[in-house]
């Protein structure tokens, strides 16, 4: 069993999903909220390269798809190119996100 949790530790280290509530964000308001979450505290820093990739595609102002997509790269810049700035808990939960908006722009619709 505890293989199992240590492999499953390991693919949410690099990104994909793991089991853990917090990683399975469903609603976009939660996704939202965590994005503004994470704002707020890169404002209260003044960590001005975060804030430089996201508020060129935040807020959503249709919420279709291609917000999404241009979203999602940003996420992703930062996670590849801010790490230095980002504390331990901002990189895991900025993971999720990103995690998250990945399976919003690629949900299959019935």
Not at 18 to 30: E, S, T, V
Not at 53 to 81: C, F, M, N, V
Request: proline residues 3%; charged residues 25%.
């Amino acid at each position: 069993m505890w293989r199992l949790l240590l492999i499953l530790e390991t693919l949410a280290d690099y990104g994909f999903t793991c089991l853990n509530d917090n990683c399975f964000m469903n609603d976009p308001k939660i996704i939202l909220q965590k994005i503004d979450t994470l704002i707020n505290c890169w404002c209260e820093r003044r960590c001005l390269k975060p804030l430089r990739y996201i508020l060129q595609h935040y807020p959503l102002l249709s919420g279709l798809t291609d917000e999404w997509g241009a979203l999602y790269e940003s996420l992703r810049d930062i996670k590849g190119l801010c790490q230095k700035e980002l504390n331990s808990e901002e990189q895991k939960t900025l993971t999720e996100i990103i995690n998250a908006v990945h399976d919003i722009i690629h949900a299959k619709r019935d």
